[in-house]
């Protein structure tokens, strides 16, 4: 196993057959002892524009920022491309020529925003946007999360919090519908859903049972 110690206190980013996931290297439980970290977004999009085009809008902000771009490289983001639809398709367009830049990086951006953006809140714990983020983002969807993200008291950005007793070298996962209750919706639902949204196709230990 490949591990990256991000410097942070009680987790770690482990690779494994190139999936990346965050696992606790000491305990967590609701109350007290909730919060695993906080942190702001390094590319955002705000709450009030449509949320077909927030995807578009993190693309954009990240090929007009060469430090972002660079950042989002190295981060490899997971990223399944799939077949545009005919929207997307003429965006994609629309921002290759904008940019000079190929098909393939436009797709790889878009589909890597897809799969990991999450939320975050402003210091009034309001819904501000959308965005990625250095650890978080490696944070794995589960149907049956043991842990979720939340609003920091005071500050701009998103914490992640458990909301189960999470065990050393356990995976912290949250549901990245929360707060919807997927617990209750099913598989096949929850799998279209997730396939919807981020584009991707669940593999929980929930998902897997039901496979
Ligand atoms: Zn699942």
Partial sequence: MNKRNRNLPGIVVTVEEGQRRLVATRAFAPGANALIITEAPIVSAPANIAPAYQAWS????MLADARKLK??????????PQPWDTEDQAFA???ESEYGVATQTVQLLYFAVSANHIAFWDEKGRLAGTGLFNTLCFTNHSCAPNADVTPIAGRRGTALRAIKA?????EITWNYFSPTDFSRAAFTDRQRLIQDVFRFRCRCLTCQRRE
């Fill in 58 to 61: 993190m693309v954009r902000g």
């Fill in 71 to 80: 950042w989002a490289r190295k981060a490899d983001f997971a990223a399944t």
């Fill in 93 to 95: 367009q629309e921002i």
């Fill in 166 to 170: 999470i065990a050393p070298g356990e």
